[in-house]
């Protein structure tokens, strides 16, 4: 838990806002927060318009997170089936692709054969990451004036 915090205070001093604002709420109350997550798996109290989701963190034989990943358990159009991040201290080490590699056999538990992963187009750190774990290129797609590719792995 500590970690997690910390990792969240790492989002902010990096101005990684949108990641600092997704977990925010852990500060205050963790308990809480890791209650949310387990009944957004169970498709309970969701905010419209949500779909559930399965989040697991990566955390190394030091008990440190190093990583989150979020499997929804169907495809939504701008971010897919599987959204992941490192924590900003975390990054550069290889951790992206083995939250990836981790995360698709518990896509295929959750009757995911065919997994869509969106990035932006301008995150090749992201794209290669994609990329060595079989993702291949299916399209291109704009959202939220954003540009995305979108890809595509069999599970």
Not at 9 to 14: H, K, L, M, V
Not at 99 to 106: F, H, Q, R, V
């Amino acid at each position: 838990m500590h970690s997690f915090l910390e990792n969240i205070n790492d989002y902010q001093t990096n101005d990684d806002l949108e990641y600092f604002n997704m977990y925010k709420s852990a500060i205050n109350n963790f308990e809480q927060y890791v209650n949310k997550l387990n009944n957004n798996a169970k498709g309970l109290d969701l905010p419209e318009g949500y779909i559930p989701s399965s989040t697991f963190w990566l955390v190394n034989d030091d008990n440190n997170v190093l990583g989150v990943v979020r499997i929804r358990h169907q495809a939504i159009p701008l971010h897919g089936h599987i959204g992941y991040d490192i924590a900003p201290r975390y990054r550069g080490n290889g951790y992206g692709n083995k939250i990836l590699e981790l995360a698709l056999p518990l896509a295929k538990k959750l009757g995911i054969n065919q997994v869509i992963l969106n990035c932006e187009s301008t995150n090749i750190r992201s794209q290669k990451v994609i990329q060595l774990n079989n993702g291949i290129l299916f399209k291109t797609i704009v959202g939220d004036g954003k540009v995305y590719n979108q890809f595509i792995i069999e599970v």
